[in-house]
């Protein structure tokens, strides 16, 4: 059986194409697992938890390209490792990869490692991006979600010890967290 997995980094983006890749390349689509909206550094995804649960001895795991499973070479051979340990063969863009090939496993070495610096790259543009944001004073974090005149009022509100964390933060409508974070900063302040 073909089992097929797909990737996009960002919710805006589209799996049409990959989901069209899988399905030419065999793949019925109610075999289609997906996660949309993360990134491929991180391991923990659920659809490819899913696609790799699906996969039995003798399966394929099929994907568009390596970097829509890994965009780590850690990552990509662990992956792979764990699939020819249960007898499933990984399908990369139509092409069967083979552990025991050295060739095979120095091209999906390579490919694992042009994933890993397209990935570093975006990374590096981003930082670059932002830092040049911030010196032109457009980047400035996210909105806190009390003003200054409200986060005074719930520290002395606390202070007064008229009401828990758990009745501010219903109060200013807040999470606890941002109740803990406000009088933390007012300690802070103070020293």
Same mark, same amino acid.
């Given at each position: 059986?073909?089992?097929?997995?797909?990737?996009?980094?960002?919710?805006?983006?589209?799996?049409?194409?990959?989901?069209?890749?899988?399905?030419?390349?065999?793949?019925? +689509?109610?075999?289609?697992?997906?996660?949309?909206?993360?990134?491929?550094?991180?391991?923990?995804? +659920?659809?490819?938890?899913?696609a790799l649960a699906?996969?039995?001895?003798?399966?394929?795991?099929?994907?568009?390209?390596?970097?829509?499973?890994?965009?780590?070479?850690?990552?990509?051979?662990?992956?792979?490792?764990?699939?020819?340990?249960?007898?499933?063969?990984?399908?990369?863009?139509?092409?069967?990869?083979?552990?025991?090939?050295?060739?095979?496993?120095?091209?999906?070495?390579?490919?694992?490692?042009?994933?890993?610096?397209?990935?570093?790259?975006?990374?590096?543009?981003?930082?670059?991006?932002?830092?040049?944001?911030?010196a032109k004073g457009?980047?400035?974090?996210?909105?806190?979600?009390?003003? +200054?005149?409200?986060?005074? /009022?719930?520290?002395?509100? /606390?202070?007064?010890?008229?009401?828990?964390?758990?009745?501010?933060?219903?109060?200013?409508?807040?999470?606890?967290?941002?109740?803990?974070?406000?009088?933390?900063?007012?300690?802070?302040?103070?020293?």
């Amino acid at each position: 059986m073909l089992i097929g997995y797909a990737r996009v980094s960002t919710v805006a983006q589209d799996l049409t194409a990959q989901r069209e890749a899988l399905v030419a390349l065999g793949v019925e +689509p109610r075999n289609v697992h997906v996660d949309h909206g993360l990134t491929g550094t991180n391991r923990a995804r +659920p659809g490819l938890r899913e696609a790799l649960a699906a996969c039995r001895e003798g399966d394929t795991l099929v994907v568009a390209k390596l970097d829509r499973l890994a965009r780590s070479l850690p990552d990509a051979r662990d992956i792979a490792d764990e699939l020819a340990s249960k007898g499933v063969r990984l399908s990369l863009g139509g092409s069967v990869y083979d552990p025991t090939d050295p060739v095979g496993r120095l091209l999906f070495n390579v490919l694992g490692m042009v994933a890993e610096f397209e990935a570093d790259l975006i990374r590096a543009r981003t930082r670059e991006g932002m830092a040049v944001a911030r010196a032109k004073g457009r980047l400035r974090g996210k909105k806190p979600k009390l003003s +200054p005149t409200q986060e005074a /009022h719930l520290v002395s509100l /606390h202070r007064a010890g008229s009401h828990t964390s758990g009745e501010l933060a219903e109060l200013f409508g807040v999470a606890r967290s941002t109740v803990y974070r406000a009088i933390e900063r007012a300690t802070t302040r103070e020293r």
